[in-house]
């Protein structure tokens, strides 16, 4: 019996928050893809009067200090929940527009604030806010989908990136006890199924997910059983598929189609940066835009060092509109703000 298991590649960039993270987990993973970067932009909110280059790919952004590379951030983008612009006070700039990006990662709340130090904000906001909505409408390449609208009159909506490799009539979803027939599609993204008499039961499984391919009997017969990392359900799924010299062929198909979406991966995020505008162009905008006539950015950005704690500089409060009453704290000797309810002093020193 051919078999094929290994190991599956994590992708945290996306679905995850880093703070002060080293080289290697700031590299583009593969499949990751650099939009664009912008020289000089200064991290408002925890590192305020400090500049950094804010690189944003199809995953993540990146911000990370001139001054110490040490200090940086990576927010991936499936965190995002809310991207803004409005007025803020740097260190660097004074009172001006900056983009606000509200976040959740693992039951936390943080905001990021940016301030680009060089060119017109609304084009940082615009960008951002552009891809973000590209990754939000490109799930399906990244996520499992049961039951979706991926099926339109019994054919697969074919996802901008992706190519159908192979149709298959008459395959055998063995989720049920008596089995449902219907239509599996393989591509180069991923697996998907409906049933014959209603293309609403369905199944959409990117490869991304898959850490188990392989045949195994089952009581209906010899079945292609496809198993899904534990993070994402921890599916199992049978499908019955004849003759045997079939069934095999496709174990093979899909055995190749991942390796190869393994080693160069497809996560749908697209993004046309405008033709006249260099991508790495390091001012991120034309620079008949910029303030002060056009005149080049000095920087004169401090050496922010960062405290052990440091994801307490960006915790998030959306219930906030002003600042609470102080009151002196025995436990600290300080006099501090009060705190929102259902929070301790113990809190603060830690992070879920």
Known sequence: MEAFEEEPFCLWQDRDIKFDSNDKALAPR?????????????DTKGNNGASGKLTVTNLRIIWRSTAKPSVNLSIGLMCIFQIKARKATSKLRG???????????????????????VSDTPKLFALILAVHRSYETSKLYREIKLRGAIIDNQTLKVLPLEQVYDKINGVMNLCSSQGTLGTMYITNVRVAWHANTNEAFNISVPYLHLISIKMRESKFGLALVLETHKDTGGYVLGFRIDPQEKLRSTLQQINSLYRVFSAHPIFGVEYETDESVDPSDTTGGDSNEKEGGGAPFEDESEIVETSNNVCSAYFADPNKSHDREPFYSEHIGLAMETLPDGYSIKDLWEVT
């Open 95 to 117: 009172q001006t527009e900056s983009v606000y990006i509200l976040t959740k990662c693992k039951k936390t709340q943080f905001e990021f604030i940016f301030t680009n130090l």
């Open 30 to 42: 593969p499949g990751e893809t650099v939009i664009s970067k912008f020289e000089a932009v200064e």
